[in-house]
Every structure is written in structure tokens, then in C-alpha cells.
């Protein structure tokens, strides 16, 4: 059995989009089952030169799949695409 992808949000106290990005993913969750990591970027002077003012940044088992605002179609796409290459 394959272990279930992980969704990693970056993301900072008090960041609505954050709220709403994290509250997608949890409602895609049991439809699409994967693992979600909250990262706080606060108090992190790396991430947050990484990452700024674009939180919330959403990753795919490390890789890259957007920022700001998530969209669940997209996200959808992009994760059946990504476990396509694993």
C-alpha cells in the first residue's frame, strides 16, 4: 500500500486566505485522501524570505503547487497528475 501524499501548507498566524486554504483541504480530504502539514513561516527569518506576503503557499509532497488562493479543481488536477509520476 502506498503511503498518502502530503499537502504541505505554508502559512502564518492570523492569515485568512491560510484559513480558507487549509479548510478546502480539509473538505477535499476524504475524497481524495492525503496527509496535510501545516509550516508556520513565523519567527522563521528563512521561510520568511521564501515566502512573504504569498502564503499561503501549497506544495505536493515538495513540490510546488500554488499560492495565495486555492482552487479545488485545480488542486484535484494537479494531484491526480502528480500521483500519475510517482
Known sequence: MTMPNVVTVYTRTGCHLCEVAIATLESLQPELHFDIEKRFIDGDP??????????????IDGQHHDFWRLDPDRFRSSLDRHRRHQ
Open 46 to 59: 528563512e521561510l520568511e524570505a521564501k515566502y512573504g506576503e504569498r502564503i499561503p503557499v501549497i506544495q
